[in-house]
């Protein structure tokens, strides 16, 4: 069962640093792209992935194709993408050991949660990190 309780959430969310958010949106008004800014002004460093603007700067990252092509380990990869998308970036996470799998809002794959469980990460579904952070009163991410 995914993590969904408010403990286990804002457990992730004051523990994680670096954030891989796949299906990143150079459109501003995007819900990927409003999210991306609101991590990064709360301290984390988010990563995006979209296959579409790799090698772009977005928000003053560098555009990455895929989560094997991340300069960094990252602890949570965030998933912007329909829920019939997610199996093979649930399927990375878990072959580069990323802690954390995070599907948006909407982005349910209850096969695909069970897997990454299974393989020893967390996973939470149907939630967003920009409304999690304010109703938890996690703070700003500390530098250091």
Avoid at 96 to 109: L, T
């Amino acid at each position: 069962m995914p993590s969904q309780t408010p403990e286990a959430i804002r457990a992730i969310l004051t523990s994680i640093r670096t954030i891989a958010l796949v299906g990143a949106s150079n459109k501003s008004h995007r819900p990927s792209h409003e999210v991306m800014a609101y991590l990064q002004g709360r301290g984390y460093r988010v990563i995006p992935v979209s296959p579409r603007l790799a090698g772009q700067q977005l928000l003053g990252e560098t555009v990455y194709a895929d989560l094997k092509s991340l300069p960094e380990p990252v602890d949570m990869v965030e998933l912007f993408l329909a829920p019939e998308r997610t199996g093979p970036i649930i399927d990375a996470a878990i072959e580069f050991n990323i802690p954390v799998v995070w599907m948006q809002v909407g982005v349910i794959n209850e096969q695909g949660a069970r897997k990454a469980e299974a393989a020893g990460l967390t996973v939470v579904m149907d939630r967003c990190p920009k409304q999690e952070i304010p109703r938890l009163g996690v703070p700003p991410v500390s530098r250091g």
